[in-house]
């Protein structure tokens, strides 16, 4: 991998999302060498994936260039490549680019979509884990009014224009309520020959009995209310058993008639080959207090990826930024204290609560002690995550289109750049 030696010791991190840069950024002025590795070169923010998908934001601004966060730094280094095997016993990583040696490694790849098993379903739907997934989704929903235009039959328009969602966590419901917004403000007026409002469906699976079943009954509460105003149809304790690219079926025999289910039902760690005997039923990797891999001192992984039992967390911290940014910061003072000889500090989760916005002047907020919903809701959910984005120009642009769009009901960013439904003409 073309990597310098050097006499500090050498920290490999595997993955450029929360948890990794969070570590990275840690580290900086300490007297170690650090390789970061990841598939992308660019870090993205998850949390506002769904307005890509939804035309509300260009990729662009809700990513940013790893190698601008690597300016100035000394001993620190970056290379774009998939990571195939971490070899614990001769302390190296595999890379589809080369090979490279650690002192110490850690795991921050986060996670993926489960599908449960289900390989027709996941053959067939669409996610939105990453930046060309997203662009995916949101050519896949222009497309479909593109040829519901060029059919009169309206059976076959209504399987166009019928949306399923499966998953009422925040994406599901962030995404149900921006769709639902532009069913009503945007494509009426894109396609006046149409009849949108009567043709266009958003079907909500929930396979448990609320919506935001992680966040308070008060919140849930609230935003099932907000989504069925705006006309999303919630379906609770469903679950999806097959997908065939034309129908969905459930476990108690409905049948959804749609070429467009988006997935958002669970996710998973996304694990490394070589660590096999320490991965869990939900394909975390499991870990001590300390973010050591369990049976090395030398193995950490944090994040989605990491299973920390306590008695709080049975079944380990929720898979959000929070907790993959807290045991980043806190890895990078034990690594120093690892070289020094000293006891390592245990993890304590800060919970800094949870939100999710379901359009305009709508969102639900959970903090520590209080629990609230409505337009300030609204406010903190938007606050909170501008100032999360990395880089200025990010932050302006973000703000601009929500201004933007706020003032003039519009999605600016509703093109399509890789057709996958219709005939590509270039």
């Known amino acids: 991998m073309n990597i310098p030696d050097s006499v500090n010791p050498r920290v490999v991190i595997i993955g450029g999302g929360f948890g990794g840069l969070s570590l990275f950024n840690q580290l900086k002025n300490k007297a170690f060498q650090v390789v970061l590795i990841d598939k992308h070169n660019y870090h993205n923010f998850q949390p506002l994936m769904y307005q890509v998908a939804t035309s509300g934001l260009e990729a662009s601004s809700i990513t940013y260039p790893i190698r601008k966060v690597m300016q100035d730094r000394?001993?620190?280094?970056?290379?774009?490549?998939?990571?195939?095997?971490?070899?614990?016993?001769?302390?190296?990583?595999?890379t589809d680019v080369g090979t490279i040696y650690y002192d110490y490694v850690v795991i921050a790849t986060g996670s993926e979509n489960n599908f449960f098993g289900n390989a027709e379903v996941e053959k067939n739907s669409l996610v939105m884990k990453?930046?060309?997934?997203?662009?995916?989704?949101r050519s896949i929903l222009l497309e479909s009014f593109e040829l519901a235009l060029q059919t009169n039959d309206v059976e076959k328009q209504k399987t166009l224009l019928n949306f399923v969602i499966v998953g009422?966590?925040?994406?599901?419901?962030?995404?149900?309520?921006?769709?639902?917004?532009?069913?009503?403000?945007?494509?009426?007026?894109?396609?006046?020959?149409?009849?949108?409002?009567?043709?266009?469906?958003?079907?909500?699976?929930?396979?448990?009995?609320?919506?935001?079943?992680?966040?308070?009954?008060?919140?849930?509460?609230?935003?099932e209310k907000y989504l069925h105003n705006l006309g999303v149809v919630v379906h609770k304790n469903v679950?999806?058993?097959?997908?065939?690219?034309?129908?969905?079926?459930?476990?108690?025999?409905?049948?959804?008639?749609?070429?467009?289910?988006?997935?958002?039902?669970?996710?998973?760690?996304?694990?490394?080959?070589?660590?096999?005997?320490?991965?869990?039923?939900?394909?975390?990797?499991?870990?001590?207090?300390?973010?050591?891999?369990?049976?090395?001192?030398?193995?950490?992984?944090?994040?989605?990826?990491?299973?920390?039992?306590?008695?709080?967390?049975?079944?380990?911290?929720?898979?959000?930024?929070?907790?993959?940014?807290?045991?980043?910061?806190?890895?990078?003072?034990?690594?120093?204290?690892?070289?020094?000889?000293?006891?390592?500090?245990?993890?304590?989760?800060?919970?800094?609560?949870?939100?999710?916005?379901?359009?305009?002047?709508?969102?639900?907020?959970d903090l520590p002690k209080s629990h609230f919903h409505g337009v300030f809701a609204w406010f903190i959910w938007m606050f909170i995550h501008l100032i999360s984005l990395i880089g200025f120009k990010n932050k302006a642009i973000v703000l601009w289109s929500w201004i933007y769009n706020y003032f003039v009901f519009d999605r600016e960013s509703r093109v399509i750049f890789r057709p996958y439904r219709t005939p590509n003409r270039e």
């Open 74 to 94: 000394k001993e620190a280094y970056f290379r774009m490549a998939m990571v195939e095997k971490i070899d614990t016993e001769n302390k190296k990583v595999v």
């Open 130 to 137: 990453s930046i060309p997934q997203a662009l995916k989704v």
């Open 168 to 223: 009422g966590g925040p994406t599901g419901v962030e995404l149900a309520g921006a769709l639902a917004e532009m069913k009503k403000a945007v494509f009426p007026k894109d396609y006046p020959d149409l009849d949108v409002i009567n043709l266009m469906q958003i079907n909500l699976i929930q396979g448990a009995d609320r919506v935001l079943d992680a966040m308070s009954e008060k919140s849930s509460e609230a935003a």
């Open 239 to 365: 679950r999806v058993t097959n997908y065939d690219g034309e129908m969905v079926e459930t476990h108690d025999g409905q049948k959804f008639y749609s070429k467009s289910v988006i997935w958002s039902a669970g996710v998973k760690g996304n694990t490394v080959d070589g660590l096999a005997e320490t991965v869990d039923r939900a394909s975390r990797i499991k870990v001590n207090p300390h973010n050591q891999v369990e049976g090395f001192s030398d193995v950490f992984a944090i994040g989605d990826v990491a299973a920390m039992y306590g008695e709080k967390y049975q079944y380990g911290h929720p898979m959000m930024a929070q907790p993959a940014i807290q045991q980043g910061k806190l890895l990078a003072e034990n690594l120093e204290r690892l070289e020094q000889n000293k006891a390592l500090k245990a993890f304590k989760y800060k919970d800094k609560g949870s939100m999710a916005t379901i359009g305009r002047n709508k969102a639900v907020v």
